[in-house]
Nanobody, 125 residues
Framework: VQLQASGGGTVQAGDSLRLACVAS????????MAWFRRTPGKEREFVAA????????SYADSVKGRFTISRDNAKKTLYLQMDSLQPEDAAVYYC???????????????????WGQGTQVTVSS
């Protein structure tokens, strides 16, 4: 599976962006899709995920209420709507997919098998 992320850019604090991640093939029902982000000097951190079969979302506390993850299976695309962006949201955002991940492990980057190339989000104050 190849993942292609896009939609990053430079915005001001309070603005919105929508990221998209297109998969080369439709992930099966057992595959979870997620967004992570990384800033210089830090580990890649969990942002949001949609659990495999149930479609139940999970969010990092830092983005709850501001970010919304969604997917369009027909278009093989994962989205991340980011509202009320803050300077601390600035990072390279990566999409990822993994097979048979249990809900309690969605935050764990080691559970994911395939990663996109990343898209840069810059937020100025």
């Amino acid at each position: 599976v190849q993942l292609q992320a896009s939609g990053g850019g430079t915005v001001q604090a309070g603005d919105s962006l929508r990221l998209a991640c297109v998969a080369s093939e439709r992930p099966g029902s057992s595959w979870t899709m997620a967004w992570f982000r990384r800033t210089p000097g830090k580990e890649r951190e969990f942002v949001a995920a949609i659990h495999r079969n149930s479609g139940r979302p999970s969010y990092a506390d830092s983005v709850k209420g501001r970010f919304t993850i969604s997917r369009d299976n027909a278009k093989k695309t994962l989205y991340l709507q980011m509202d009320s962006l803050q300077p601390e949201d600035a990072a390279v955002y990566y999409c990822a997919t993994g097979n048979r991940i249990i809900y309690s492990e969605l935050y764990n980057r080691n559970q994911y098998d395939y990663w996109g190339q990343g898209t840069q989000v810059t937020v100025s104050s």
